[in-house]
């Protein structure tokens, strides 16, 4: 009788233990009890979600999940590496639905398969693209898909730290002020540079020009010209750097590294006012306003050289939604569910002027959207906003934007990371200057012919 008693016990543990993770895997799928959904995942990463910029993402976040418009809340998660977490989570089924993404990196996860396009749904809801800045629109494509749409446009530009200019100008004969401004050229950011630069101070962020070679080389009038197509049979891009234009940003790399105006590199060093000038995108300036030290500041364009085809441009980039594309084993009736719900939000978020000045007021950068972008309400009173927003509506003698977007093509990171940050401070440290054109060639088009 005992043993019988037992296994029936057993029985019945196992019925309640079955039914509780039954309720638990009902739970997590993000549907509520009428299969309606009720949630959704969103992950951001990066090194711009962090500090103030992720508290004012939350903020957005907090008041969509109270006003819920569509009827679900959205679950925020940051994510260290986006990138490599997303990928693996595709493969178990743990993928977020929707994702706040860094657009440059579409080309390289949509040849890899790992995005969802949504072509079916632009055309099905009657999406206009062209309300979109071109650029941003264009950063969401690849291979004739679109895989989301651009939520902001992020600008590069140098800050300048305006106490420290006026201070220089108020002891000396030779001014410097002057020379800052939106027309401003190289040999104005290095004259600045060499004045501004103390035993304390450092004038300009130039221990990681590396980074900023795309920027200076759209300034050149080329940028466009940056990788060029290969041969048709090839099917595929290749550098772009073997002429004369590459050559003057690098020996103006080297005037600068040479003039030893340079120091501290993190992001404190501008607002602990021990860096003079720094390269930052639009996005630092809301770490500026979260330290609160540094009042007094210009956020000027891409500086130009000084010859005809030279531009004030540099490079444009921003956030985008965009969708993982799950192992087909996980495309459950709950995804496509939360699929269609992550959807609705980005039409939400990116269609909707209100929604995209609300963004931008919270978030502090410029919309996507054109007539938001457009709207004067989006930057009023924020300086920096309403350079930056002259900047990227600039255009040049034929009528192109002079602030363009990074190459569209798979690996372009890698082309950044693993051979242009070696190759250009190996020249600034001591080879030639044909060396480092030939090995930024070399190894460059390795490496977008890679995994093609």
């Known amino acids: 009788m005992r043993k019988v008693v037992s296994t029936i016990l057993a029985a019945c543990l196992a019925l309640v233990i079955g039914a509780s993770a039954a309720a638990c895997a009902k739970k997590d799928d993000g549907l509520d009890a009428n299969g309606n959904v009720a949630r959704i995942n969103m992950w951001v990463g990066g090194g711009e979600w962090a500090g103030r910029n992720l508290r004012n993402l939350e903020a957005f976040v907090n008041a969509y999940n109270e006003a819920k418009p569509d009827g679900f809340t959205i679950k925020l998660s940051r994510k260290d590496d986006l990138e490599k977490a997303f990928q693996t989570s595709r493969t178990k089924g743990s993928q977020p639905d929707v994702m706040l993404w860094d657009r440059f990196n579409t080309a390289t996860n949509a040849v890899a398969d790992y995005l969802y396009p949504v072509d079916d749904l632009i055309a099905r809801d009657s999406v206009d693209e062209s309300r979109f800045y071109a650029s941003a629109m264009q950063e969401m494509k690849y291979g004739g898909k679109t895989y989301g749409l651009p939520v902001d446009v992020d600008v590069w530009g140098t800050y300048v730290n305006m106490d420290m200019v006026e201070a220089y100008d108020a002891s000396h004969d030779e001014k410097i002020g002057g020379l800052l401004n939106a027309e401003w050229t190289w040999n104005d950011l290095l004259k600045a540079a060499k004045a501004l630069k103390t035993s304390t101070v450092a004038g300009y962020s130039a221990g990681d020009q590396e980074q900023h070679l795309f920027k200076y080389y759209v300034s050149t009038g080329h940028g466009n010209e940056y990788l060029q197509l290969a041969d048709a049979s090839k099917g595929r891009y290749e550098t772009n750097f073997d002429n004369e234009w590459t050559r003057d940003v690098l020996r103006f790399f080297k005037e600068v590294k040479d003039a030893n105006v340079g120091g501290k590199q993190e992001d404190t060093s501008f607002t602990s006012k021990v860096l003079a000038m720094v390269n930052k995108p ?56 939360r699929h269609e719900a992550a959807w609705k939000f980005a039409k939400w978020l990116t269609t909707q002027k209100e929604n995209m000045l609300s963004w931008s007021k919270q978030i502090g950068s410029l919309p996507a959207l054109t007539e938001a972008m457009n709207d004067e309400t989006c930057v009023a009173g924020n300086q920096v906003l309403t350079d930056a927003r002259a900047y990227v509506l600039k255009t040049d003698a034929n009528g192109n ?33 044909e060396t480092c054109i030939k090995n930024l060639t070399t190894s460059g088009n390795q ?5 093609l």
Not at 326 to 331: G, I, L, R, S, V
């Open 282 to 337: 639009l996005y630092y300036n809301n770490y500026i306003l979260n330290d609160g030290k540094v009042t007094n500041y210009k956020f000027l364009p891409q500086p130009r050289p000084d010859t005809a085809a030279g531009v004030n441009g540099g490079m444009v980039g921003g956030y985008g939604l965009a969708f993982p594309k799950p192992d087909d084993k996980y495309k459950t009736k709950a995804w496509e569910a």
């Open 401 to 433: 934007p002079v602030y363009i977007t990074r190459p569209q093509v798979p690996n372009f990171l890698t082309l950044q990371t693993d051979v242009i940050n070696s190759q250009v401070p190996l020249y600034l440290n001591g080879d030639s200057l």
């Open 447 to 451: 490496k977008l012919a890679f995994g």
